[in-house]
């Protein structure tokens, strides 16, 4: 049996906070940086500049090819620091060595890559991508073994170390003229900071590493990876989808697209946040005691994560024209419609992003893998299929089509696991449908009498306060 100590609901409700306030922090900073890039840049530079992150952030997936989350989990059941301190610096060794290996293949491509896109103006910031690969590289092994430690607030702390450099030195640097190289910069100066903290923090927790490496517990890590990377490709498909928009269409388009998925990303915030937290929890080995309590706690957090997405994405449906022309300008309403149908999508991802990584820490990866595989099948065709008809639209029913079936499943792994009561989901979901049509009818109503900024605000406080009212109604006499 692992050695974890399984968190009661007090100490994993404290790890939510940790998770959540950092991701609120970093969300809304990175919220307020993507209106002010999407305003001062424009569609055509602001998509340039996304299609530039969405190259290095395909890059870095298989620059990391799931080892930091691998050996987050071998973490979370290893006994001593010493090993731990061996698997975190043998996770970061292993990602330098592959980033210098992408470095090596994007220096002999760049005229390729640019040719591709028939864009010159990526030939600068391919050079600067190599610096944002390896720092963002740091970062993401640093997030994740203050994860496998089970020290959340550490974790958090170098998220908003990084969303705050990140925020201040963009902004500063595109102000003073720098445009878009300004911009990637900024992003990297983000990344160098929360590196720094972190390492600062490790130090703080694991006093002595070495270079001592267990083979066989190197070869379990890397052999875990596998599937964790397969499924980090087609997590990649996020990504895939603005650089096909960028081939068929242009940056401009891929502007406009991006600033709905921006959108769809902070809505994530809540299902991350707890699926981050919770995922430890999920390191038993045939403990029922353990089990049980897991499925309990999942299923609470399932129906508090539902009722709150259900409402929130029929809200922003109805007023998605009102959030794009007051938030980025009317360079950007033409999103409209595809604001629309990733709501959908956002309501799948809230219940992946939940389940995802608590099936990896009960060493079914694997399985999941396979799943991701259909999804990035279903992404990559259907792209290239409905983006050159539909435009940024086809890209968006691409997504919820492949996210609804790859929620499904994670749901379906979990239930195999642990047994989730069938009845009580269906009950959530619901309840979550027919808030949803409660909060739309509210919302097309206000629509009527406000618009704008003015619109998003009156129906968040309006909608909230009657979110808040039900919820308390549900949790006293539900």
């Keep these: 049996m692992c050695n974890i100590a399984y968190p009661q609901m007090d100490g994993l409700k404290k790890k939510i906070s940790y998770e959540f306030?950092?991701?609120?922090?970093?969300?809304?900073?990175?919220?307020?940086?993507?209106?002010?890039?999407?305003?001062?840049?424009?569609?055509?530079?602001?998509?340039?500049?996304r299609l530039a992150l969405s190259l290095f952030a395909i890059i870095a997936i298989f620059v990391q090819w799931g080892i930091p989350?691998?050996?987050?989990?071998?973490?979370?059941?290893?006994?001593?620091?010493?090993?731990?301190?061996?698997?975190?610096?043998?996770?970061?060794?292993?990602?330098?060595?592959?980033?210098?290996l992408a470095t090596a293949f994007l220096f002999v491509g760049k005229d390729i890559i640019i040719d591709f896109f028939d864009e010159p103006r990526l030939r600068p910031l391919l050079f600067l991508g190599v610096l944002y690969l390896f720092t963002s590289v740091v970062e993401y092994n640093i997030r994740?073994?203050?994860?496998?430690?089970?020290?959340?607030k550490y974790s958090s702390l170098v998220n908003i170390f990084s969303g705050s450099g990140r925020f201040f030195v963009v902004t500063t640097l595109v102000l003073l003229g720098f445009g878009v190289q300004g911009a990637f910069i900024g992003y990297i100066s983000g990344s160098v900071i929360s590196a720094l903290i972190g390492v600062y923090f490790l130090k703080r927790i694991i006093n002595r590493f070495s270079l001592d490496f267990d083979k066989g517990l190197q070869q379990r890590i890397l052999k875990y990876s596998v599937p964790i990377g397969f499924m980090k490709i087609?997590?990649?498909?996020?990504?895939?989808?603005?650089?096909?928009?960028?081939?068929?269409?242009?940056?401009?388009?891929?502007?406009?697209?991006?600033?709905?998925?921006?959108?769809?990303?902070?809505?994530?915030i809540p299902a991350a946040t707890v699926g981050f937290s919770i995922a430890p929890s999920f390191g038993f080995e045939d403990d029922l005691d353990q089990k049980n309590t897991a499925k309990k706690a999942y299923q609470n957090l399932l129906e508090k994560i539902l009722l709150f997405y259900f409402p929130v994405c029929m809200?922003?449906?109805?007023?998605?024209?009102?959030v794009l022309l007051g938030l980025f300008g009317s360079e950007y309403v033409n999103g409209t419609k595809t604001l629309q149908i990733l709501m959908l999508?956002?309501?799948?991802?809230?219940?992946?992003?939940?389940?995802?990584?608590?099936?990896?820490?009960?060493g079914r990866a694997k399985?999941?893998?396979?799943?991701?595989?259909?999804?990035?099948?279903?992404?990559?065709?259907g792209n290239i299929i409905f983006i050159p008809v539909l435009g940024i639209e086809g890209a968006a029913m691409t997504t919820v089509l492949a996210y609804g079936i790859y929620s499904l499943t994670t749901?379906?792994?979990?239930?195999?696991?642990?047994?989730?009561?069938?009845?009580?989901?269906?009950?959530?979901?619901?309840?979550?449908?027919?808030?949803?049509?409660?909060?739309?009818?509210?919302?097309?109503?206000?629509?009527?009498?406000?618009?704008?900024?003015?619109?998003?605000?009156v129906a968040m406080v309006v909608c909230a306060t009657l979110w808040s009212t039900i919820m308390y109604v549900n949790q006293y006499y539900g």
Excluded: W
């Excluded at 650089?243 to 902070?266: M, R």
């Design 234 to 268: 087609s997590d990649s498909t996020q990504r895939i989808d603005e650089l096909l928009i960028a081939f068929y269409i242009g940056p401009a388009a891929v502007g406009v697209y991006s600033v709905c998925k921006q959108i769809t990303k902070f809505l994530e």
């Design 69 to 100: 989350k691998s050996a987050a989990r071998y973490i979370s059941i290893t006994e001593t620091d010493s090993a731990k301190a061996n698997i975190i610096l043998f996770s970061l060794i292993y990602n330098i060595l592959l980033g210098l």
């Design 345 to 362: 999508f956002v309501l799948f991802r809230s219940i992946s992003k939940l389940t995802n990584s608590s099936i990896d820490y009960m």
């Design 21 to 49: 306030s950092g991701r609120v922090i970093v969300s809304l900073l990175a919220a307020l940086l993507s209106i002010f890039l999407a305003r001062y840049l424009g569609p055509d530079s602001y998509g340039l500049f």
């Design 144 to 152: 994740y073994a203050f994860q496998g430690l089970n020290v959340i």
């Design 411 to 457: 749901v379906i792994i979990l239930h195999m696991e642990v047994s989730l009561k069938t009845p009580k989901i269906i009950t959530i979901v619901f309840k979550g449908f027919l808030m949803s049509i409660l909060f739309g009818a509210i919302s097309f109503g206000l629509s009527e009498l406000f618009s704008g900024l003015l619109l998003f605000g």
């Design 367 to 381: 399985y999941r893998s396979y799943a991701m595989f259909v999804v990035l099948i279903i992404l990559i065709s």
């Design 315 to 322: 809200v922003i449906a109805v007023i998605s024209e009102d």
